[in-house]
């Protein structure tokens, strides 16, 4: 059975710097080797930088993700509202 790694954060320019050697022609294993990253990772990173090229979960969000999220905020707004009217 494996132990879990801590968890590790990583700044954006360490992830700019991963994909970008990545794009000058290093190999996903000789990176993940290297730099002791997980697969999950380093393939999130690529795939974020190639969407929008940013790193923030905020920024990589679907449209139908973006209005979802939107559509929740305005519906805790509006049952916080009613509870107030409620009183």
Same mark, same amino acid.
Not at 56 to 62: M, S, V
């Given at each position: !059975?494996?132990?879990r790694?801590?968890?590790?954060?990583?700044?954006?320019?360490?992830?700019?710097?991963?994909?970008?050697?990545? /794009?000058? =022609?290093?190999?996903? /294993?000789? *990176? *993940?080797?290297?730099?002791?990253?997980? =697969?999950?990772?380093?393939?999130?990173?690529?795939?974020?930088?190639?969407?929008?090229?940013?790193? /923030?979960? /905020?920024?990589?969000?679907?449209p139908?993700?973006?209005?979802?999220?939107?559509?929740?905020?305005?519906?805790t707004?509006?049952? !916080?509202?009613n509870?107030?009217?409620?009183q």
């Amino acid at each position: !059975m494996s132990t879990r790694r801590p968890r590790r954060t990583y700044t954006e320019e360490f992830k700019k710097q991963i994909v970008d050697l990545h /794009k000058a =022609g290093k190999s996903r /294993k000789e *990176i *993940i080797e290297e730099y002791d990253l997980t =697969g999950s990772a380093f393939d999130k990173w690529v795939r974020q930088h190639n969407q929008t090229g940013s790193f /923030k979960e /905020k920024d990589n969000l679907t449209p139908e993700q973006k209005e979802l999220k939107e559509l929740r905020k305005a519906n805790t707004q509006l049952q !916080m509202e009613n509870d107030i009217l409620k009183q």
